[in-house]
T-cell receptor, first 114, second 111 residues
Framework: NAGVTQTPKFQVLKTGQSMTLQCAQDMNHNSMYWYRQDPGMGLRLIYYSASEGTTDKGEVPNGYNVSRLNKREFSLRLESAAPSQTSVYFC?????????????FGDGTRLSIL | AQSVTQLDSHVSVSEGTPVLLRCNYSSSYSPSLFWYVQHPNKGLQLLLKYTSAATLVKGINGFEAEFKKSETSFHLTKPSAHMSDAAEYFC?????????FGAGTRLFVKA
């Protein structure tokens, strides 16, 4: 049982390049999330998808786009990377339940933008 | 406004001594509260959750937390620290369709 799988694990980009972070879950969860983690700031929500076909902005959506490809997959795209987007990105999934369901996290993508 | 505050950015204990990681929240909703642990280069793993059932919640690896509404607190405890407990711990609040992560507490365990 893999849980939540993120690819790639590490990536270095140059300013202005684009890339897509991939996330897939095999727990049949409806809800999926993208977070970024920066030192001393906990995790901040970028986008979430309550169910297949829907996406909503979180706390820090600027500079990002998402696609909920199907129930399993939720990708995050940086169209024109900026140094401020250097961070560790986590994907998570959960059952529906208005916030009282725990989230299951991938191991993260460490992204550096030069 | 809803918020969650982890009162210590770092906690250091000796192996075999008790662990206390403190978390306070502010909310006008009935909260759900979670503690997660993050080991280096890993994602967050659920330790335990409170969702309006028993106020004393037992989790994995010997951790437990007590929900105290009057003090708006949800502190994490463990009677005896083990070296493998060294990690970062996050208190997470959900309420009113909002999820807020605390800034984290890094736990150091000395041999």
């Amino acid at each position: 049982n893999a849980g939540v799988t993120q690819t790639p694990k590490f990536q270095v980009l140059k300013t202005g390049q684009s890339m897509t972070l991939q996330c897939a879950q095999d727990m049949n969860h409806n809800s999926m999330y993208w977070y970024r983690q920066d030192p001393g700031m906990g995790l901040r929500l970028i986008y979430y998808s309550a169910s297949e076909g829907t996406t909503d902005k979180g706390e820090v959506p600027n500079g990002y786009n998402v696609s909920r490809l199907n129930k399993r997959e939720f990708s995050l795209r940086l169209e024109s990377a900026a140094p401020s987007q250097t961070s560790v990105y986590f994907c998570a999934s959960s059952l529906p339940g208005q916030g009282n369901q725990p989230q299951h996290f991938g191991d993260g993508t460490r992204l550096s933008i030069l | 406004a809803q918020s969650v505050t982890q009162l210590d950015s770092h906690v250091s204990v000796s192996e075999g001594t008790p662990v206390l990681l403190r978390c306070n929240y502010s909310s006008s909703y009935s909260p759900s509260l979670f503690w997660y642990v993050q080991h280096p280069n890993k994602g967050l793993q659920l330790l335990l959750k409170y969702t309006s059932a028993a106020t004393l919640v037992k989790g994995i690896n010997g951790f437990e937390a007590e929900f105290k509404k009057s003090e708006t607190s949800f502190h994490l405890t463990k009677p005896s620290a083990h070296m493998s407990d060294a990690a970062e711990y996050f208190c997470v609040y959900t309420g009113g369709f909002k999820t807020i992560f605390g800034a984290g507490t890094r736990l150091f365990v000395k041999a």
